[in-house]
């Protein structure tokens, strides 16, 4: 299970108080491994040559990348409501980097049976984040069905269960593909009585 974000920055390389620099930017100084930073820039670079170029956030090394979804909850205009979504957040912690899915992108993960025991070591713990929920996730244990198996994770992120740190290169093609079918496929769909947190299956 990865650590958490919190206090996790080596003196010199804690991040400022407002919007993150350019990933490829705090990619240069932050991460030492050459190998390890060769395959974040090169991630990077893949994002922005498909026009997948990940935002800013604020308040730590992160960033995402959007997608678009219809919410058939509110209509504007007789037509649903039409906005973006961050299909997957980019975090530098602990001296490396992390992909975390949106639910969106992990339900197609969840569907690739080769990434088994990498997802498995992969679930992420609240960490408390501004989201509110730390109080009730931190110390409750959960049990989820993962590739046909009952796995009791104590603890667990409810908006980013799965963290991949450091990824490989077989993790970054998955990914990769995934993120490829949803940028070129349709808009994310909320059905009625859910919302961008709430929908699909986990």
Excluded at 59 to 77: D, R
Excluded at 97 to 108: A, G, N, R, T, Y
Excluded at 120 to 142: A, I, K, M, Q, V
Aim: proline residues 5%.
């Amino acid at each position: 299970m990865p650590k958490t974000p919190l206090n996790s920055h080596k003196p010199g390389k804690e991040p400022k108080q407002g919007k993150a620099p350019p990933l490829e930017d705090v990619i240069g100084y932050y991460i030492e491994n050459e190998s390890d930073k060769k395959r974040a820039l090169d991630f990077t670079k893949w994002l922005r040559a498909n026009k997948l170029s990940p935002s800013a956030g604020n308040n730590g090394y992160n960033w995402y990348v959007k997608f678009y979804y219809i919410n058939q909850n509110i209509i504007k205009n007789e037509k649903y409501h039409r906005s973006t979504y961050h299909g997957v957040f980019i975090k530098l912690f602990n001296d490396t980097w992390h992909v975390l899915p949106s639910k969106d992108i992990l339900e197609q993960i969840l569907l690739c049976d080769e990434l088994k025991d990498v997802i498995l070591g992969s679930l992420f713990p609240c960490y408390g984040c501004n989201y509110g929920c730390f109080d009730h996730t931190h110390n409750s244990e959960r049990s989820k069905i993962l590739f046909g198996c009952e796995v009791s994770i104590k603890g667990i992120c409810l908006r980013q269960p799965v963290c991949f740190s450091n990824p490989d290169d077989k993790t970054l093609d998955i990914i990769k593909s995934i993120l490829i079918e949803r940028k070129t496929g349709d808009d994310l769909m909320i059905g009625l009585n859910m919302n961008i947190y709430n929908y699909g299956t986990i």
